[in-house]
């Protein structure tokens, strides 16, 4: 099994500051996801990335896909209250179609 | 549209009893995936259908969790004996044939006393 690797794992910010949040892993994946969990909810898809170096963009939210494809970055810019929950990446094995996990990252937005 | 339906949401049993969830995925969704989400980690495929059949199964324990989806549409998980590392969210999702895009329901949230 393919390790994804997220940091930081726990985050609290101030309202208006901008974040980047990390998914590593020494394997090459075939796409990764980021998502996004609040409590009591299952995690809903933020975006799909696929190609190496890919950056998309949702609104406040920039996702990069490293050049190798082992790497991932999820970068928020002026964090809102409403940003707040778990932001899991999750990646995609070249060998098959089982999507692996990363432990999350908890982001707190203060007002 | 409907999203994905599971129940019951929260369960508490004691350990070596047993307990069974049930998930009904979105109309359509060929495959089905459920996940085992300890807290504080990110979900864990215990297995994958697609229509009838299993996919992947390889990181289900197999002397105490069974799955099935006899009809291609409906699914349950089933533990027995249960014990206390059990305790976790268990989360069902589906998909299109080949998609990427996973929908998940909302979890069945068990605690093993």
């Known amino acids: 099994t393919q390790l994804l690797e997220q940091s930081p794992q726990f985050l609290s910010i101030q309202e208006g500051e901008n974040l980047t949040v990390y998914c590593n892993s020494s394997s090459v994946f075939s796409s990764l996801q980021w998502y996004r969990q609040e409590p009591g909810e299952g995690p809903v898809l933020l975006v799909t990335?696929?190609?190496?170096?890919e950056v998309k963009k949702l609104k406040r939210l920039t996702f990069q896909f490293g050049d190798a494809r082992k790497d991932s970055s999820l970068h928020i810019t002026a964090a809102q209250p409403g940003d707040t929950g778990l932001y899991l990446c999750a990646g995609r094995e070249t060998s098959g179609s089982r999507l692996t996990f990363g432990e999350g990252t908890q982001l707190t937005v203060n007002p | 549209e409907a999203g994905v339906a599971q129940s019951p949401r929260y369960k508490i049993i004691e350990k070596r009893q047993s307990v069974a969830f049930w998930c009904n995925p979105i109309s359509g969704h060929a495959t089905l995936y459920w996940y085992q989400q300890i807290l504080g980690q990110g979900p864990k495929l215990l297995i994958q259908?697609?229509?009838?059949?299993?996919?992947?199964d390889s990181q289900l324990p197999k002397d105490r969790f069974s799955a099935e989806r006899l009809k291609g549409v409906d699914s349950t998980l089933k533990i027995q004996p249960a014990k206390l590392e059990d305790s976790a969210v268990y989360l069902c999702?589906?998909?299109?044939?080949?998609?990427?895009?996973?929908?998940f329901g909302p979890g069945t949230r068990l605690t093993v006393t």
């Open positions: 999702a589906s998909s299109f044939s080949n998609s990427y895009e996973q929908y």
């Open positions: 259908f697609q229509n009838n059949g299993v996919v992947d």
């Open positions: 990335v696929v190609t190496g170096g």
